[in-house]
């Protein structure tokens, strides 16, 4: 059985996120996408946390549901991303971690005791506070054992642990005395696991994925899958499907993630954003249109040719740069019976992996349309509805069903991301890549447009 969860979200009260983002909406379409479990987002928040008491009502453990709705399969568990700004040794670091929290109880105790430190939380639902990392799990240690930190988007170079322009070098650096309490990291968008396999202080630790999603479509586009382990009984976490009750708790999540030999959950697999996709993957400098790949960034160093100043850092580089020419081996790839590509750890140390496109975008380049058309959003809501979810079309049903419902197109579309088989402009300093499903002559000239402009080589 399995447990498609995405721990990382924000609400509207987080900077930059669509009004849309309410407890209510965020169930809807979770239920929509096939998402099982989603954060709460932003529990710090004092509006926001008085509407996740009102709406929400704990299910199991740590699992909290709609009240007074039977309809919606998704549930919610409490995490907020807190933004540390802080000088450690003369440097400055800006960290990005995920605080997972097992009850409303142990949220007030976080929150007094960070207003208590000077932490403005009302100013926005991913508050910025001047405690570093250690303080940070000092804090939320000293109040229950059971909460549980993750640092988020591992990668990016101006707010994560392994960032190349506020960052450190490794866990223990980050984190000092908590590292061995520092069970997983999430990848983020630019980074896809197997560049994470290839760091070694990452081996025991678990890699998560999740989408971060300022927006309700966007919800999903990452997520982490867990599933019951060998000899545990799907009944004893979820009762009759006509019942819709979830028996999974809070941890059974985080035991998971911190791979705890008794626990009844793992992680089976993570489902990807292409990496190149995300707005750090290569480095270069967005104002000055200059982007180059990892392997330039060695050659040429890192000062941009166009305003002289050093260019932002791409993830894949620093992913180079800190596996320090480990030959690890070529990733394995196997296309299961629906020609869904799964990639596969070469050592076998960590779950598999798939990387896909969100489909409202399959679905948008299919009709030569926009993802804000309406009849792209039929098509979409059309094909969630006959197939159960989102992750279904993408991943489980046969392109022939999926031919008869939606058109020879989209079902190609869906079958070319399967297979991995499209076209990517990589993202670079805070720009998104661009995806190409078709590479007809139309996207290859824009390429040759762009590597003449870019003098890149995709
Ligand atoms: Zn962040
Ligand atoms: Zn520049």
């Not at 000899?231 to 999974?248: C, I, N, W």
């Not at 009844?264 to 489902?271: E, H, P, Q, V």
Request: with cysteine; proline share 4%.
């Amino acid at each position: 059985m399995e447990f498609v969860t995405d721990l990382h979200l924000h609400s509207k009260y987080s900077r930059a996120v669509s009004k849309e983002m309410n407890l209510y909406n965020m169930a809807l379409w979770g239920t929509k996408k096939g998402l099982d479990v989603l954060s709460t987002a932003d529990w710090t928040h004092p509006l926001w946390f008085r509407e996740i008491k009102q709406e929400l009502v704990e299910d199991t453990q740590g699992i909290f549901k709609i009240k007074n709705n039977k309809d919606f399969l998704t549930r919610f568990i409490l995490s907020v991303e807190i933004s540390s700004i802080y000088t450690q040794k003369g440097i400055v670091h800006r960290i990005h971690n995920l605080v997972f929290s097992p009850s409303l109880k142990t949220c007030e105790k976080i929150q007094n005791e960070l207003i208590k430190r000077g932490c403005n939380l009302a100013s926005d639902g991913r508050p910025i506070v001047g405690l570093s990392s250690i303080q940070l799990m000092e804090l939320i240690y000293s109040i229950d054992e059971d909460v549980l930190l993750v640092p988020c988007h591992a990668w990016t170079p101006w707010f994560a642990l392994y960032g190349s322009n506020s960052g450190f070098d490794s866990i223990d650096d980050c984190f000092g005395e908590y590292a061995d309490k520092i069970y997983g990291v999430e990848t983020g968008l630019s980074s896809d696991p197997y560049m994470n396999w290839q760091i070694k202080e990452l081996n025991n630790r678990s890699l998560i994925s999740n989408s971060d999603a300022h927006s309700l479509p966007k919800m999903g586009r990452e997520a982490t899958v867990f599933v019951t382990k060998d000899g545990v009984k799907s009944s004893e976490l979820r009762v009759q499907s006509d019942d819709k009750k979830l028996k999974l708790t809070y941890e059974d999540i985080t035991d998971a993630i911190k791979q705890k030999p008794d626990g009844r959950l793992k992680i089976g697999y993570t489902i990807e954003f292409y990496p190149e996709e995300g707005k750090y993957h290569y480095t270069g400098h967005r104002n000055c249109n200059f982007v180059q790949d990892p392997r330039q960034t060695k050659l040429d160093g890192n000062i941009c040719p166009v305003c002289k100043r050093p260019l932002t850092v791409g993830v894949m580089h620093r992913v180079e740069e800190l596996a320090k020419a480990s030959k690890f081996p070529d990733e394995i790839s196997k296309l299961n019976d629906n020609g869904v590509k799964w990639i596969i750890d070469p050592t076998r140390n960590h779950p598999p992996f798939v990387k896909l496109v969100p489909l409202n975008e399959i679905i948008a380049e299919s009709l030569h349309s926009t993802v804000s058309s309406q009849k792209v959003k039929d098509m979409f809501d059309l094909l969630c509805q006959k197939f159960g979810s989102e992750l279904n079309v993408l991943l489980k049903i046969s392109i022939q069903d999926l031919e008869k419902e939606a058109g020879p197109r989209v079902a190609e579309g869906v079958d070319k991301v399967r297979r991995g088989n499209i076209v990517i402009l990589p993202g670079f300093d805070g720009q998104y890549g661009i995806v190409k499903i078709w590479d007809d002559k139309k996207v290859s000239e824009k390429q040759e447009e762009t590597k003449s402009q870019l003098g890149i080589d995709f």
